[in-house]
């Protein structure tokens, strides 16, 4: 079966811009992460959302937000772009939310450059 | 605050030879650890994972190690292959109503032919 999906893979946006980055779950998977993964901070956990409702929020600012739709696809947007905001952000999707032991299977990521 | 690291930035092995990559973790509640192996320009993929009930399961070719005395994770890859050659992560899950992974900063595992 199809794996992860994300679009696009690369995005080229100025400071002060927005961006919205979509993600397709394996088929079946509710759940889905975000992560962004950069040289200096390595992969750090953005938000989850199963169900159309956040479940869970990493440690970054309110311009980074996301939502869920009913057939389980994902957005995250990023607001007032900054240069900080460079990297490769990752979507992976799980069956359940909160389960200990799902197994979470991730797309390749689309990588933004913020000029 | 938590955190999962990892011994060595790099590794660099003869193909055939056996591949070992460490990881330290400090969160001592985690009670879930996974092994993943990230190729250029892909997302990081699953090869392995651990209960913290267990000290030792096998894949093929891989094995993970956990030891809770001192929060010290690895990975042994058994005939390293070329194929093998990525950056590998070791991640873990908290305890907390979160329980979202805590990713280490990666073994970029280099095979020599």
């Known amino acids: 079966k199809a794996g992860v999906t994300q679009t696009p893979r690369y995005l080229i946006k100025t400071r002060g811009q927005q961006v919205t980055l979509s993600c397709s779950p394996i088929?079946?998977?509710?759940?889905v992460s975000w992560y962004q993964q950069t040289p200096g901070q390595g992969l750090q956990f953005l938000f989850e959302y199963f169900s159309e409702t956040q479940r869970n929020k990493g440690n970054f600012p309110g311009r980074f937000s996301g939502r869920q739709f009913s057939n389980s696809r994902s957005e995250m947007n990023v607001s007032t772009l900054e240069l900080g905001d460079s990297a490769l952000y990752l979507c992976?999707?799980?069956?359940?939310?909160?389960?200990?032991?799902?197994?979470?299977?991730f797309g390749p990521g689309t990588r933004l450059t913020v000029l | 605050g938590e955190s999962v690291g990892l011994h060595l930035p790099t590794l660099s092995v003869q193909e055939g030879d056996n591949s070992i990559i460490n990881c330290a973790y400090s969160n001592s509640a985690s009670d879930y650890f996974i092994w993943y192996k990230q190729e250029s320009g892909k997302g990081p993929q699953f090869i392995i994972d651990i209960r913290s009930n267990m000290d030792k399961r096998q894949g093929q070719r891989v094995t993970v190690l956990l030891n809770k005395t001192v929060k010290h994770l690895s990975l042994q890859i058994a005939a390293t292959q070329p194929g093998d050659s990525a950056v590998y992560f070791c991640?873990?899950?908290?305890?907390?109503?979160?329980?979202?992974?805590?990713f280490g900063s990666g073994t970029q595992l280099t095979v020599l032919p």
């Open positions: 991640a873990e899950r908290g305890s907390g109503s979160a329980r979202q992974l805590t």
């Open positions: 088929s079946g998977h509710r759940s």
């Open positions: 992976a999707s799980s069956r359940a939310s909160g389960g200990i032991y799902n197994e979470q299977f």
